[in-house]
Every structure is written in C-alpha cells, then in structure tokens.
C-alpha cells in the first residue's frame, strides 16, 4: 500500500494488490456519532465484468489473511489493543470463510469500533489509512504530470470532501456544497468561480443533480475546467488554506505583537486560533510553541487605544490573566476580535467546530427551500387540479345545456305532433256529427230501419270516448315532462352556485398569497430601517469614542501640569528649609564672642520662637496647597476613567454586532 505523498507511512505494506481489488474501507469523516467514526466496509467487483464476490475464487486462508492485515492497521490507528485471535475464533464455524464484508461487519462492530475512544487516536492518520486503502483503485490523475492538483492536495480535498458530503451510504456531495467547497478554494486564491462551467458540468449527467462521489469530484478539479490558467503552487497554497479551517478548525491564523507578563516587552508571534484556544508560536512553520490562550465563555475581547508606540491594539480577558496584542492595521484587528468573539460564542454554546455549526444550517436551509418547493408544487398541483375540475364542471355544465336543447325540441315536436292530430280528430268527429245529424233527419221516418245504423253510432260514440281518454292522458304525460324540465333547470341553477363558490375560493387564496407578499415587503423595509439606525448608532458610539479620548489626553495634561507643581513645591519646601536652617545657625566664622561663662553668645529665645513660629505657618501652607492640588489631579483622573467606562459597553455593543 504506497503511503500518501509527502508523509511517512505508518502502516505495514500488504504485499499483494489484490487488497484494494476485493475489499476496502471507506470511512466517513463527519466526527463521533454513536462511536468515534463510523466504518463503512465495501467490497467492490472488477470493472465492467459484473462479476460478484461470490464470483472470485479465493481461497478461505487468503481471506483471513486480507481482514487480518485490515484489522492490524485499524488496531494500530485507532489505539486500539491488538488481539490477534479473535478474527479467527470469529470464522471458526465458517467452512468457506469470509467470502464478503458482511461476514466482517459483525467482528468489526465487536472488537473495533465499540472499543474506539474519542479523542484518544489520530484523525489525520485515519483519514490516511482510509485514503490509501481506496485511492490506489479509484483515484486517477494525469499519467503525463499534467494534474491540477497534487497527490498531497487530492488527499485534501478527499478529507474536505468526507466532511462536507451528506451522512448517508454511499457518501456524495450535492452541487450546493460542491459549489460551496470550490468558492472557498477560488476565494483563498482571490479567483471568482465560474458557475456556467460547473452548472454545464452537472447538467450533462442527471446523477449529478442528486450528488457526486468523491472520485467523480476529484476528476472534475483535475480535468482544470474550472481552474484555467492558475499555478499549480497557488492551487497547492489555496487548498491547504481551506484545509486547515476546515478540517483543523482553522479559525484565523497571522502575525500579531503581543506584550510579555513579565519584561512587558513586545514581540512578534504567529497566533493560531481555533474554537478551543489561541496558541502563538515562534514562526508560521509552528515548529517551536511558546503559550497558548484557553477560551471559555467566560473570556472576553477589548478594543485599546494606542499606546506605547503601538497602534491597532486589542485585549483577551480570561479568569486569569489580560493578553494585550496589535494587529498590523485597522482590518487586521477587527478581523482578529470578530474570529476571537466567534471562538468563544462557540464556546458559550458548547459546539466544537464552526464549519459543522455551518455545513448543519446549510442543510436546514436547502431542506427549507425543499419543503418550500413541494408546498409550491403541491399548491400549483391543487390549483390545477381545481382547474381541471372547474373545465369538467364547464363540460358537463353544456352537456346538460345541450342535453335540455334537445329536451325542449323533442317537446315542440311532440306537442306539434299531438297538435295536428287533435286538430284531425276534431275535424273528423264535426263530419261525424254532420253526418249523424243528416243521417237522423232523414231515418226519422225510416226509425225502425235504422236500428242497426243507430247502434253502429253508439259503438263509435264509445270509440270517441276512449279516444277523448287518450287524449287526456297524453295531457298527462305533457304535464309530467314540463315538471322533469323544472328539475333539470334546478339542477343546474345548483351546479352554477358550486362554481360561483369555487370562484371565491381561488379569489380569496389569491388575496391571501397577495397580503403575504405586502407583508413580506413591510418586513425587508423594517429591518432596512432598523440597519440605517444601528449604523446611526455606530458613528455616534465612534464620536463618543473620539470625545473620550480627547478628554483622556486632557486629563493627561493636567496630570502633568500637576506633577510639575508637586515638583515645583518640593523644589520651594527645599528651599525653605535651607533658608530656615541658616537663620537658626547663624553664627559666622567673624562673630564668634566668649560669654563671661566662657561660651558663645546665644540668639535670643524670642527671636527663635518668633522664627519656629513663621516656618511652621509656612509649611501648613504648602502642605494645604499640596493637599488641594492632588485632589484635583484625582478628580480629573477619575472624572476621564468614569466617561471612559461609560462609553465602553456601547462600544462593545457596537463592535459585538458586526452583522448588523
């Protein structure tokens, strides 16, 4: 198994290529879930055969060779207690042997991964067994020397790819974050990435819409599509960069001058911070670390002014101690004092890394925007729906129409029909009468030879009385058809009411979605409003902040005007007591007379006491004016220090809310 490029292996070479051929671990790199990292195990087939594992005839022994050698480099990474017996104990009972991973999975489960500790083994060594387990088969760069990246830099973006990519089986990377991944790498080399190109590159295969595999990510960096023109050292520099805040935590890295506690010197260090601690170092190769800064929510950062011939400075408070630094300019530090701020809230909220914080916001909100677009689809899959339905109503609605054309038609037939024939049978029965009547004036005197024809009018009397009923119920039917043509106008009249209801519906849901809208715009212009002020807010904290500092150098002046009259004084007191001191003696070396007791004259005691009398007024005077003078001095003092204070927690406030 050849090592990663540029690292010295820790692993024991296998000896055979059939490893990465039959059997490899991929591990997934997203940090502890029930265990320390969660192994996954899979056995791959040769390309473009089919074939299946079952299909490859490999002795048992080779096998148990093959995990054994697989457990030893996951023992040795993990730390983990080597046992050497218990993969054989645990296919003792198989008489053909671990013919697939699933065979392993149960060992692996038992003897490796519930043993894992957290923190207690290397990740990057890890992530390098798992990198050379399944690069040799699937990682393929330029055979020419032509590659984007390095073999180094491949495994990079291999670990920056595990972190990113979503936390199922098998591990891919949907577009947003592939996207994401590479703005970052264009960003660090202060490149604009070409969306066009990635967006042609996912659309001409439909799978890359759903995600790409870690192979298929590392073709496309080296493919150089995206990356035209750029060196491959700067491509190099990029994905270190974007490696060490992602993967280590990275949070900001630099040059800064940091005071000593003890000399109070001031001395350049490289600082590194990540959420858990600023350390500073010797140099930016990080080789020789001189101290380290823990960070808890207890901790705090400080804007200074300038001083001591230094500019751009800030502070961190811990419990214990106040580190004082300078960055190079204005930029630098606010850059330094909104990473250290994001340290400890990271800290305060007890989470371990930014990027996992991030990477799980940005999958809520593409789960947001998922949610939002099936609503949208399934409210656009309703109103077609209504739609569709409203068009069946309409159709059936002018079937029914047509329907009761067609009714009314047959009805004037009908009736048209009735009409004439009623009309013939009246005719005929008022020839009918006219011939009866002719017939019985001219049977009257023929009476009782006309019997017969007497009787024969009868029976077509009878005859038109059951035509007369005929006649009624058709009268009848006539009647019933205009009451079914009433029911089938109400019908309608009730279909038309369930539309003009539905119309309502749609016109009310239209006016709703419009309100949310005005509601949505009256939202963006309060927070607008709300911005305007805060940045209001900020210049006038920052013209408090200048006012201070004026009154601050004043307050330094009177301190010094002071202290050159405490000087002056002592200078004047000396004087006095020179002066007092030489009129007490002021016997002369000419003036010396004996006295008749044989000594020299003395002065006289009221002249001294007189004497005493005006130095002690003297000194009370200046000790009074002294006294005066050094409570003023301390009322300025503490007068600069209390504005100072007082304008301090709007400056926090100000610089705490950058994003504002």
């Known amino acids: 198994m050849p090592p990663v490029e540029g690292r010295k292996s820790q692993f024991p070479e296998t000896g055979s290529s059939s490893l990465t051929e039959q059997a490899v671990i991929y591990a997934s790199s997203h940090g502890p879930a029930s265990r320390a990292f969660k192994i996954h195990l899979v056995c791959l087939h040769r390309p473009g055969c089919g074939e299946k594992w079952q299909s490859v005839q490999i002795p048992a022994e080779t096998y148990t060779y093959l995990w054994n050698v697989l457990s ?123 969306c066009c190109e990635l967006d042609d590159y996912l659309s001409q295969d439909p799978q890359h819409q759903s995600g790409m595999t870690v192979w298929q990510f590392l073709d496309l960096v080296n493919s150089g599509k995206l990356l035209r023109g750029i060196e491959r050292e700067a491509v190099s520099m990029a994905v270190e960069e974007v490696y060490q805040e992602v993967i280590e935590d990275m949070l900001k890295q630099g040059y800064l001058w940091k005071k000593g506690q003890l000399r109070r010197n001031w001395s350049e260090r490289w600082f590194t911070l990540k959420p858990s601690a600023l350390s500073y170092y ?185 035509m007369q009923e005929r006649l009624q119920e058709a009268l009848h039917q006539e009647v019933k058809a205009r009451q079914d043509e009433e029911s089938v106008r109400y019908a309608q009249a009730r279909l038309l009411a369930e539309e003009e209801e539905k119309l309502k519906e749609l016109m009310k849901l239209k006016e709703e979605q419009e309100e949310y809208i005005i509601q949505t715009q009256r939202e963006k212009q309060v927070l607008k409003q709300e911005m305007e002020n805060k940045s209001k807010y900020l210049e006038e904290a920052q013209k408090q902040l200048e006012e201070v500092r004026e009154n601050r150098q004043r307050v330094d002046q009177d301190v010094m005007a002071a202290q050159r009259k405490l000087r002056q004084a002592s200078t004047n007191v000396k004087h006095w007591n020179v002066q007092m001191n030489r009129l007490m003696h002021p016997i002369g070396p000419g003036e010396k007379r004996m006295t008749a007791c044989g000594g020299f004259p003395s002065i006289p005691p009221v002249v001294l006491t007189r004497r005493e009398s005006s130095l002690k007024l003297k000194q009370r005077l200046e000790n009074k004016n002294y006294e005066l003078e050094r409570e003023d001095s301390k009322k300025n003092v503490n007068n600069g220090e209390t504005r100072r204070l007082s304008l301090s927690p709007d400056m926090d406030t100000t610089a705490t809310d950058p994003s504002n």
Not at 386 to 402: C, S, V
């Open 72 to 194: 030893h480099n996951l023992y040795t990474v993990l730390h983990i207690p080597h046992d050497p017996v218990a993969l054989e104990e645990h296919f003792r009972d198989d008489d053909d042997g671990p013919v697939s991973s699933q065979g392993y999975m149960p060992y692996l489960n038992k003897y490796i991964l519930d043993k894992v500790e957290e923190g207690a083994f290397v990740k990057e060594d890890f992530d390098e067994l798992c990198w050379t387990l399944t690069a040799k088969k699937n990682y393929k760069p330029d055979r020419n020397g032509n590659s984007v990246v390095s073999h180094k830099d491949a495994f990079k973006l291999w670990c920056l790819f595990n972190f990113l990519s979503e936390d199922k089986y098998p591990l891919v990377m949907v577009p947003d974050e592939v996207e994401y991944l590479l703005k970052k790498v264009c960003t660090a080399m202060n490149v604009e990435l070409n």
């Open 282 to 466: 010797m140099s930016e190769e990080r080789k020789e670390k001189k101290g380290s800064i823990a960070l808890d929510k207890h901790c705090c950062v400080e804007v200074l002014p300038d001083r001591d011939g230094k500019r751009c400075m800030f502070c961190v408070k811990t419990s214990s101690r106040t580190y004082e630094m300078s960055a190079s300019d204005t930029k630098q530090r606010q850059e330094w004092t909104l990473a250290i701020q994001t340290a400890i809230r990271l800290q305060a909220e007890g989470k371990k890394s930014l990027h996992k914080d991030l990477k799980q916001k940005r999958r809520e909100q593409r789960e947001q925007r998922e949610r939002r677009k099936a609503a949208k689809e399934e409210e656009m899959q309703r109103l077609k729906q209504l739609q569709e339905e409203k068009e069946r109503k309409l159709q059936e609605l002018e079937l029914l129409k047509e329907a009761q054309r067609q009714a009314e038609l047959l009805l004037q037939e009908e009736e048209q029909r009735r009409r004439l024939q009623h009309e013939e049978m009246q005719r005929t029965l008022e020839i009918q009468l006219k011939e009866a009547e002719q017939a019985r004036a001219s049977m009257q005197a023929e009476m009782v030879l006309k019997e017969a024809e007497a009787e024969r009018q009868r029976k077509r009397i009878v005859e038109l009385e059951e």
